[in-house]
C-alpha cells in the first residue's frame, strides 16, 4: 500500500469513496459535488482542501495505472483564534471490503505527520455519536472525543431563508 498526496487524476476514486461514506453515514442524497468540483476546488489557483489516498496494485481493469484507490483522508486548514493554524480533517474513509488492512490508520497517521510538519496546534475532525468503531480508534490513539461540544450547521436552505428572510437592512 501507498499513501500519497491525490492528484487530479483521482478525483473520481475520491468522489466514489465519498459518496461510500454518505451511504455509511445514511445520508445517500446528501452529496451534491461532482468530480469537477473537486478538480476546481482542490487544484485551482488556491486550492480549499488537500487529500491523502491510500493506493494498492488492482486487477481491475477501471483502476488508474493499475492501482486502486482505497482510501482517502480529505482535509484543510482553518485558524482558531486561541490556538492558531488547525488543520480540520473533513473525512477519513476506507472502502467497506478494504477495512481492517490498516489503510484507515495510515491515513490517519499521514494527516497527523502533515499537522506536526506544518506546525499546526490542533486537528479537528468530527464522528457520529453512533460510530463507535471509530470513537473506540481515536480514543485509542490519544484523540480526545469532545462530549460538551455540539455541531452547529447551517445548511443551503437556512443560508438562503435567512437572507431572504432575516437579515435586517
Not at 48 to 53: A, G, I, K, Q
Not at 109 to 123: F, G, L, M, P, Y
Not at 125 to 131: F, K, S, T, Y
Request: charged share 30%; glycine share 6%; proline share 2%.
Amino acid at each position: 500500500m501507498v499513501i500519497r498526496k491525490g492528484e487530479v487524476k483521482d478525483m473520481k476514486a475520491v468522489l466514489a469513496l465519498i459518496q461510500e461514506l454518505a451511504d455509511f453515514e445514511k445520508e445517500p442524497d446528501a452529496v451534491l459535488i461532482s468530480e469537477e468540483d473537486l478538480i476546481r476546488d482542490g487544484f485551482g489557483s488556491e486550492p480549499l482542501f488537500s487529500v491523502f489516498v491510500a493506493e494498492v496494485p488492482s486487477t481491475n481493469s477501471d483502476a488508474v495505472n493499475g492501482n486502486e484507490i482505497i482510501g482517502i483522508a480529505l482535509y484543510y486548514y482553518r485558524y482558531s483564534t486561541w490556538k492558531g493554524k488547525t488543520l480540520h480533517l473533513e473525512d477519513l474513509v476506507v472502502k467497506s471490503e478494504r477495512r481492517g488492512t490498516g489503510a484507515g490508520y495510515a491515513l490517519y497517521s499521514e494527516i497527523i505527520k502533515q499537522a506536526k510538519k506544518d506546525q499546526v496546534r490542533r486537528i479537528d475532525w468530527n464522528v457520529l455519536d453512533w460510530n463507535t468503531p471509530a470513537i473506540d480508534f481515536y480514543e485509542k490513539t490519544g484523540a480526545k472525543v469532545l462530549q460538551e461540544w455540539h455541531s452547529v450547521q447551517m445548511d443551503e436552505a437556512g443560508i438562503n431563508d435567512f437572507v431572504a428572510n432575516k437579515l435586517r437592512a
